[in-house]
Every structure is written in structure tokens, then in C-alpha cells.
């Protein structure tokens, strides 16, 4: 059977969870077993966002096979429980690179190469083909951005196009907006949906459902009218009021139909949705979590959430495990500079410092991981947060004070953290990093082994730099455990002390794999720590910042 596809592009305004959508029809789809798959289209010039500021952009996430992705993708892999690749993310610098490319080469000589056909023409190839390879039942395809915008155009083209390519009965269109409430009135607004379901129009798309984000409830006269206006079914008109936690908007939209709706319109058969059972009642329980413990999350975007998003995440997923409700303190590793430690991780049960790049803020990461060795308090460093984990040991432990990394002081006379040999002559920056999934070896007498009973373990990279062995020997003669090596045993992948609960660096991004159903064991093991260490009536700020 060739594959069917569902578009969802977005209207109103952005940043109404779109991704959150998507990886919800995923996982309605996946609950019917249907074999799935996703791809985002990017509509911006970049080519990945893996060069664009976590401000900018937010996390990048990191698929198996390398690709430095959009944060939506972890999004998709989470909920529906699949693993992506480099080409489940099509940016408008992917396509025109790609065009431009050939075009150098002599691919086209003679020709004129043009928006239509030759750019929508690489766009629609790129999603076909992709189905057709992983061989899906259905394509969830995204299209970022929203519509009207100049640079989504020919995405907007493209998908339409394919309507007629492969079959109008082979394609679902879904439109999602936003409904806004004018509080002077107490009234939902259609106008804005009906407007941009007329823009969605005037390319020729007519969306075959609606997914209407709102504050609250929505009436239904707001339906009946939207469904009028918009000429979309009555109950192909969805509202989606907002919710608590993300993890419930595919039972959310199951229980309006759109599973029922999708798969007629589609002409599959519309599967069992009794495989939803372990997926909702996992989440039914992460609601009725009451105990708390309080994490703080110390790195230098903690302004803006998004940057942290797996990390985020994965905590959710363990603490589902464990049994406690996870209150992040997102602590800006350059207030620890200019305060203290004590003064913003003296009320917090565990120490988190993810990943980064750069010097700023470095400097109070150390503050945090000193912090964390010498009350004990479980510390879990990720990628650089390992890094600044084995400067601040070998500064304070081993007395090598000008200790640090080559990232943040080239020429340091002692550069504990170096820059990893196959990286020395790069230049350009664009996906150039040690990136994606790598086998780590783990020693069986370790803590980490303990945690993953397992001998080999694969995770996910991004990074530069990496613990420079000529340091190896004198930090483990110090209690510090390299619990995990490459297979040669050449570079290190987890470093552990073995004098603390836990105090554990991973060089690697475990966060990226962590499901709700399936949380990564590392995190478990923290949190494990975390309340086997709990400090006696911690008093708790709570600053959670819902993203
Ligand atoms: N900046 C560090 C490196 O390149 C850490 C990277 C990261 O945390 N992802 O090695």
C-alpha cells in the first residue's frame, strides 16, 4: 500500500503547539496501528538550526543519525515513541542548497531554474520519498510557521500540488488556530480562524479539519459557526482548550473523533484504539503525583525554557518512575557567579547542568558542581555540564587550579577538557560536531552500570571537546570512575564519583532518548538519589516555567 499523508499547517499566530499537535495525531495513529512517520518542514534559510542561538530557536535536538534537528522533533519521537532521522526535518536552506547544488553541476543546463516547478518539485520529492523508504501507512507532515508568511509559500505549494499528485483521497488536511477571548466582551473571536482559513484558501487548500486552540471551553455555536464559515464538517472541528499537561491532547483529540475522522477520510481501516490504555494511564498517573522534589536546573538560557526541552522532559518521564511530581528551578548559572552558590541551590534536592557551548556562565556551573561534590547533593552533568563536573574536580581535588577547558581558555596550562583530535583542523560549523549516536562501553563495577544493567549502551552526541586522558589516572587515583568509554576505551563517556550518592557527567545527551512510558535510566538513578538524599524539611521555591 503506498503511503497516505496528513498536512498541518498553522494559522492566527505561532507558538500555539503545533508540535504538541502533530506528535499527537502521531500517537492517536500509532495507538491504531498504523505505521508512522514524521517530517517537519523549516520554511527559514538556515540549513539546521544545529548553528542558530538556543534564544533563537530553542533546543536542538539530535537525532540517532546525527541530524542537530528542530525541538519539535523531540516533540514527535516522545510521544509516538519512534526514532527520526536527518531527513524528518526540510529546511528551505536544505532545499534551495540542494537545488543549487545541481544547478552548479550542470544538472539542469539549459534551463531556468524556478520556485515552480524546480523548488516545489525537491520539496515533494523529499516527503515521498522519505514515506516510501521507512515504507509508513501514513506521513504526519508539519509546516512550520504560519500561513501568509512569504517564505512558507512554496511549502504551501508544494503540499498542495501533492494533493493532486498522489490522489485526493490519499491526503488530510488540518488547520490549526487559535480562538481568541476578548475579555472586555467574555466572548471567543472566529474572525481571526475564518481569515486565515480564507488565506489557506487562496493558495488552494481547503482544510479538511480544524483544530482550534483556546483558553477554555468552546461553545458550540462557535463550532457550528466556525464549521459554516470554514466549510469544514461539523465534527471535524476541534477545540482544543488549554491543558495542564501535554501528555493528554491525544486522548483530547480521540475523544472529539479525529482518529474516526482521519481514517475514514484516508480510507483506512480505523484499527483498535485499545492499545491507548498504556499510554493514558501513564499519564492519568503523572497527574495524581503529589510529592515533589525540587531540581535545579542550572545553564545560561534558563530564560527561555525551550532550550531545555528534552532535558525538561526526561525529568517528567523519571519522575513518573519514581514517584515524585518534578519542580524545576531554573537557576541562571551567572547569578551563582555574582551570589553564590548557596544563595540559589541551598533549597534544591538535585544539581542538573545541561548542555552549552561558550564561556559565559561557565564559570558558575563549576559553583554548582563544587556545590553539589561538597554537600553531597546528587549532581547530574550533561555534555558540558560532565565537563565543568571534571574541571571543578581536578581545581579543587586534585589542585590543578588553572584547570579548564580548551572551549573557554585556549592555551590553559592545564586543559582538562580538550578539544578532540578529528576537530582540530575544522573550520566550518555548520554539522560538524561529533554528532549523533555512539556505543559506550560500561564498566560492570560501576554506579552507571548499576543503573542501566547493561555492558553496552548507545546515546546520542553533540559536541567538540572531551576529557583529555593525559588527566585519566590522576582523577581516578582520586575517586573519580570513568564508568563508560568508547569502545577502544580512548574517550571517556561517563565520569562518577565514586564517593558521592550521585555525582555523575555523561558526555552524551540521554535526555534525547527518554519517553514517558519509557523513562532513560540515568535520570531514574538521579532521581532515585535525589530522594534517598532529600534534605529534612526543604523549604521550596517554586518558579516552574511551563513551556
Ligand atoms: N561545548 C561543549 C563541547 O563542544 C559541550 C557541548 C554540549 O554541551 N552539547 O564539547
Redesign the pocket.
Known amino acids: 500500500m503506498s503511503a497516505k499523508y496528513i498536512f498541518v499547517t498553522g494559522g492566527v499566530v505561532s507558538s500555539i503547539g503545533k508540535g504538541i499537535t502533530v506528535a499527537s495525531i502521531g500517537r492517536i495513529l500509532k495507538n491504531r496501528g498504523f505505521n508512522i512517520s514524521v517530517i517537519k518542514l523549516d520554511p527559514y534559510l538556515n540549513v539546521d538550526p544545529g548553528t542558530m542561538s538556543p534564544y533563537q530557536h530553542g533546543e536542538v535536538f539530535v537525532t540517532e543519525d546525527g541530524g542537530e534537528t528542530d525541538l519539535d522533533l523531540g516533540h514527535y519521537e516522545r510521544f509516538i515513541d519512534i526514532e527520526l532521522n536527518k531527513k524528518s526535518n526540510v529546511t528551505a536552506g536544505q532545499v534551495y542548497l540542494s537545488l543549487i547544488t545541481k544547478e552548479r553541476k550542470g544538472d539542469f543546463l539549459g534551463g531556468t531554474i524556478q520556485t515552480i516547478p524546480h523548488v516545489t518539485n525537491e520539496i515533494k520529492q523529499h516527503i515521498t520519498d522519505l514515506a516510501e523508504s521507512l515504507d509508513v501507512d501514513v506521513m504526519v507532515v508539519e509546516v512550520g510557521g504560519t500561513v501568509g508568511d512569504i517564505e512558507g509559500l512554496p511549502f504551501m505549494e508544494a503540499i498542495r500540488q501533492l494533493r493532486n499528485d498522489i490522489g485526493r483521497e490519499n491526503v488530510y488536511f488540518i488547520h490549526l488556530t487559535l480562538l481568541p477571548n476578548l475579555n472586555v466582551a467574555n466572548e471567543l473571536k472566529t474572525k481571526p480562524t475564518q481569515h486565515s482559513v480564507s488565506e489557506l484558501r487562496s493558495i488552494g487548500i481547503q482544510p479538511d479539519a480544524l483544530i482550534c486552540r483556546s483558553e477554555g471551553e468552546v461553545p458550540e455555536f462557535v463550532i457550528d459557526k466556525l464549521s459554516l464559515f470554514c466549510d469544514v464538517n461539523k465534527q471535524e472541528v476541534i477545540p482544543l482548550a488549554d491543558v495542564d499537561n501535554v501528555y493528554r491532547v491525544p486522548m483530547i483529540l480521540e475523544g472529539y473523533g479525529l482518529g474516526n475522522s482521519i481514517t475514514k477520510s484516508l480510507g483506512l481501516p480505523p484499527g483498535s484504539i485499545a492499545s491507548n490504555n498504556s499510554w493514558s494511564s501513564a499519564i492519568d498517573e503523572m497527574d495524581t503525583l503529589e510529592e515533589m522534589v525540587s531540581i535545579a536546573l542550572v545553564g545560561k538560557y534558563v530564560e527561555y525554557p525551550d532550550a531545555y526541552m528534552s532535558v525538561k522532559e526526561a525529568m517528567t518521564h523519571a519522575g513518573l518512575r519514581v514517584g515524585r511530581k518534578i519542580n524545576v528551578k531554573w537557576v541562571h548559572s551567572e547569578d551563582l557567579e555574582r551570589d553564590g552558590a548557596e544563595q540559589h541551590l541551598s533549597d534544591v534536592d538535585g544539581i542538573v547542568v545541561p548542555?552549552?557551548?561558550g564561556k559565559r556562565g561557565v564559570e558558575g556551573m563549576i559553583l554548582a558542581a563544587e556545590y553539589a561534590r561538597v554537600n553531597n547533593i546528587p549532581y547530574f552533568g550533561l555534555?558540558?555540564g560532565m565537563?565543568v563536573m571534571v574541571i571543578e574536580w581536578c581545581r579543587n581535588v586534585l589542585n590543578l587550579y588553572k584547570a579548564d577547558s580548551e572551549?573557554f581558555v585556549p592555551g590553559t596550562p592545564n586543559p582538562v577538557i580538550h578539544v578532540m583530535p578529528d576537530q582540530i583542523d575544522v573550520t566550518n560549523k555548520g554539522g560538524t560536531?561529533r554528532l549523533g549516536q555512539y556505543p559506550c562501553t560500561l564498566d560492570p563495577e560501576s554506579k552507571s552500570y548499576g543503573y542501566y544493567s547493561e555492558e553496552s549502551v548507545n546515546e546520542r552526541h553533540?559536541?567538540?571537546?572531551e576529557l583529555n586522558n593525559a588527566y585519566r589516572e590522576a582523577m581516578e587515583q582520586s575517586g573519580m570512575c570513568f564508568a563508560g568509554v568508547s569502545p577502544d576505551g580512548t574517550l571517556v563517556e561517563i565520569a562518577e564519583s565514586t564517593q558521592h550518592e550521585f555525582m555523575i557527567g555523561v558526555q552524551f545527551?540521554p535526555e534525547f532518548r527518554s519517553r514517558p512510558t519509557e523513562p532513560h535510566p540515568l535520570f531514574v538513578g538521579f532521581l532515585d538519589a535525589v530522594k534517598q538524599t532529600m534534605r529534612e524539611g526543604a523549604q521550596y521555591s517554586f518558579n516552574e516555567v511551563e513551556t
Open positions: 548542555g552549552g557551548f555534555c558540558l565537563q572551549e560536531m553533540r559536541h567538540r571537546f545527551h
